[in-house]
C-alpha cells in the first residue's frame, strides 16, 4: 500500500534508538527532548488516525508544562478540547515503543482493531510552546501527519488551553468560539469587561496586577492579550522569557513547592501576584504582608473563591443548580471543611490527575474542579447554561435575578471549559476579587490551611502500594494503613496517605495536622512506616532536624 511505503520512508528519518521505552502517561509523553523526535512522528500518526476515526479535527501540542526547559513532551487533545481517551492512550504508547522495523504492523493493527477508514479526510491542530527544542520536534508531528496524506494546521506558538480551545472551536463548528488566538482574546476578554462593569468603582490599584510568566509561553500571550482587555486590567508583567530561563526559580510549580515568591519579582507588601507555568495551564497566587510573611493561594484557595461566589449568583438567580467542588486528597482539609461546613457545598474527591477531576465535574450541574497546584476550571452542563440563558431573556422576572443570570452568562464565556487555563483563570478570579470589592487578603482569610508536609520514600517496586477511596487509603500491603491509622491518631485536625508515584519507584507521602510540627512528625512517621511495610531502598528516612 503506497501510503504505508510513505510512513517508512518518513520514520527513517525519525528514528527510534533501540529499546527506549516511554509510557503515555495524564500529560502524554515527558522527557529530556533529545529523546523525543520519534514520538513525535509518530504521535502525527496517530492524531491523523483519530482524526479519520472520528471525523473530526484533532490537536496535538508540543510542550513540558512545567518541567525545566531541556525537556519536551507532546499530548493528544480529543475532539470537545478533552484529553484523549484511555483507549487511545493505550495506542500511543504501543505505536511510540514499537521498534523501527514493526511500526507499520502496529499501525495497521491499530487502524484494524478502531475500525479506522483511512479515505476519511483527516485534520489535525498543532501547537508548541516556547523551548528552544519544540521547533524540531513539532516538525516531526507535521511530517506523521503528512505521511498519512492527512491535513495539518500549525498554529505556532500557543500555550497549551489556547489550543484546546481552537480545537473545540473548530468541532462545534465555532459555536463556542472562533478557532483563532485572536478569537480566544476576544471571548474572554469580552466577558471580563462585561463582568468588572459590576465592580464599585475600581481605582488604577486595583486594577493592577504582578504577574510570573515563567519565562514561557503564557508571558508572550499575555502581551498579545493586553490591548484587548481594554486597561481593565494593568499587568505588571516579570519572568517574560526575555532574559530567565523557562521554568527556572519561578512559575507556578516553583513558587507553590518552595513556597516562595518566583526570582525576577519584586513585590511590595499587600500586592496581588500570581504565577503561571511553563505552558499556562496552571495558575497560583501570592502576597507579602507587612512583616514580609509569605502567603501562598493555591487551587484549594481558588476553587474556594470562585464556588461560593457561583453559588452566591444561583441564589440570587432563583436557580436551582448543584455547584460541586472537586478535589484530590491533596486538597488542604481546612479548604473541605469551610466548603462543607460553612458553605454548604457539594465537595466529592477524584483520584489525582486532571483527567479524573475533569470526569468527576462533569457529573454536576457546575462542577469547580482545581488541583492544589492551581490547574483547573469550571464545567457548566449544557441543560445548566440552557436555564441561565433562558433567564436573560425572560421579560418577566425582576432586574435582580436577571443581574444574576447575565453575570453567569459571562461567567461561562470567560471559563475555559476545555481545560485548566492560567489567563482564563487569572481573569475569572480577578474579576470575582473586583465585584465583590475584596482585597487579595481578604480572600485569604476566608480559611486557613493546615500546616501539611509532602514527603517521597524510594521503594524496590513502587505497584506494591495499591490504593482505594480516591488514592486515600492503602490496602496493600498488608498493614501499611493500619499503621497510618494509629500514627494518625497522635494529633489534632491530622490526617495522611501514601500513594505510588506514576512515573518512578518511589511513593508519595502527604500529612496535615494543627501545627507545622505535627504534620512534620507525623510525615516522617508514615514515611518510616511504607519504607518498613513497602520494600524501602537504602536508608530509612530521617526525621527533620
Given at each position: ?126 501547537g508548541k510552546d516556547t523551548r ?337 477511596d480516591a488514592e486515600r487509603r ?68 530521617k526525621p527533620f532536624l
Amino acid at each position: 500500500m503506497a501510503q504505508f511505503e510513505k510512513v517508512s520512508q518518513y520514520s527513517v528519518q525519525h528514528p527510534k534508538p533501540t529499546g527506549l521505552v516511554l509510557q503515555y502517561g495524564t500529560a502524554g509523553f515527558r522527557t529530556h527532548a533529545n529523546q523525543l523526535d520519534h514520538i513525535m512522528f509518530r504521535m502525527g500518526l496517530l492524531a491523523a488516525l483519530r482524526s479519520k476515526k472520528t471525523k473530526s479535527t484533532i490537536g496535538v501540542m508540543v510542550t513540558a508544562s512545567h518541567n525545566p526547559e531541556e525537556d519536551n513532551g507532546v499530548k493528544l487533545i480529543d475532539p470537545m478540547g478533552e484529553m484523549v481517551t484511555p483507549a487511545w492512550e493505550g495506542h500511543a504508547t504501543r505505536l511510540a515503543n514499537a521498534e523501527q522495523e514493526s511500526l507499520v504492523m502496529t499501525l495497521k493493527d491499530i487502524i484494524e482493531m478502531e475500525a479506522v477508514d483511512l479515505s476519511q479526510n483527516a485534520s489535525v491542530f498543532i501547537g508548541k510552546d516556547t523551548r528552544p527544542s519544540s521547533e524540531t520536534l513539532s516538525q516531526a508531528v507535521l511530517d506523521g501527519v503528512s505521511s498519512l496524506d492527512s491535513h495539518a494546521y500549525d498554529y505556532g506558538l500557543l500555550t497549551t488551553p489556547q489550543l484546546h480551545f481552537m480545537v473545540c472551536c473548530k468541532n462545534t463548528q465555532f459555536r463556542y468560539g472562533t478557532a483563532t488566538v485572536e478569537g480566544y482574546y476576544e471571548k474572554l476578554s469580552q466577558a471580563f469587561i462585561q463582568l468588572t462593569k459590576h465592580a464599585p468603582n475600581r481605582t488604577d490599584d486595583q486594577k493592577h496586577l504582578l504577574v510570573d510568566g515563567a519565562n514561557g509561553i503564557g508571558a508572550l500571550k499575555m502581551r498579545e492579550m493586553e490591548p484587548f482587555l481594554q486597561k481593565e486590567l494593568k499587568i505588571s508583567l516579570h519572568n517574560d522569557g526575555s532574559q530567565g530561563k523557562l521554568n527556572f526559580l519561578c512559575g507556578a510549580d516553583y513558587v507553590k513547592v518552595q513556597q516562595k515568591p518566583p526570582e525576577g519579582i519584586k513585590m511590595n507588601a499587600g500586592e496581588r501576584c500570581c504565577s503561571f507555568d511553563g505552558d499556562a495551564d496552571r495558575i497560583v497566587y501570592y502576597f507579602i504582608n507587612s512583616a514580609g510573611q509569605f502567603h501562598l493561594l493555591d487551587g484549594d484557595k481558588i476553587a474556594t473563591l470562585i464556588s461560593t461566589y457561583l453559588k452566591e449568583l444561583l441564589t440570587q438567580a432563583g436557580l436551582d443548580l448543584q455547584v460541586a467542588v472537586v478535589q484530590t486528597a491533596y486538597a488542604n482539609g481546612s479548604s473541605t471543611h469551610y466548603l462543607v461546613e460553612t458553605m454548604k457545598l457539594t465537595v466529592q474527591c477524584a483520584k489525582t490527575g486532571v483527567k479524573h477531576l475533569h470526569h468527576a465535574a462533569q457529573e454536576f450541574d457546575i462542577g469547580v474542579y482545581f488541583e492544589a497546584n492551581g490547574h483547573g476550571t469550571i464545567l457548566f452542563s449544557k441543560a445548566a447554561e440552557g436555564r441561565i440563558q433562558q433567564l436573560t431573556v425572560d421579560p418577566n422576572i425582576n432586574d435582580e435575578k436577571k443581574s444574576a443570570a447575565v453575570l453567569l452568562e459571562n461567567l461561562i464565556n470567560l471559563c475555559n471549559q476545555t481545560v485548566g487555563d492560567a489567563i482564563s483563570d487569572m481573569l475569572l478570579i480577578e474579576a470575582v476579587l473586583a465585584i465583590r470589592g475584596m482585597t487579595v487578603q481578604q480572600w485569604d482569610a476566608i480559611y486557613s490551611d493546615l500546616p501539611n508536609r509532602q514527603l517521597k520514600v524510594k521503594v524496590a517496586d513502587r505497584r506494591v502500594i495499591e490504593t482505594t477511596d480516591a488514592e486515600r487509603r492503602a490496602v496493600r500491603p498488608a498493614g501499611l494503613q493500619d499503621a497510618i491509622d494509629e500514627l494518625v491518631k497522635k494529633y489534632q485536625k491530622s490526617r495522611a496517605f501514601v500513594r505510588p508515584s506514576g512515573t518512578e519507584d518511589v511513593v508519595r507521602v502527604y500529612a496535615e495536622a494543627d501545627t507545622k510540627e505535627a504534620a512534620d512528625t507525623l510525615a516522617h512517621e508514615v514515611s518510616v512506616a511504607v519504607y518498613k511495610f513497602a520494600g524501602g531502598v537504602g536508608e530509612e528516612p530521617k526525621p527533620f532536624l
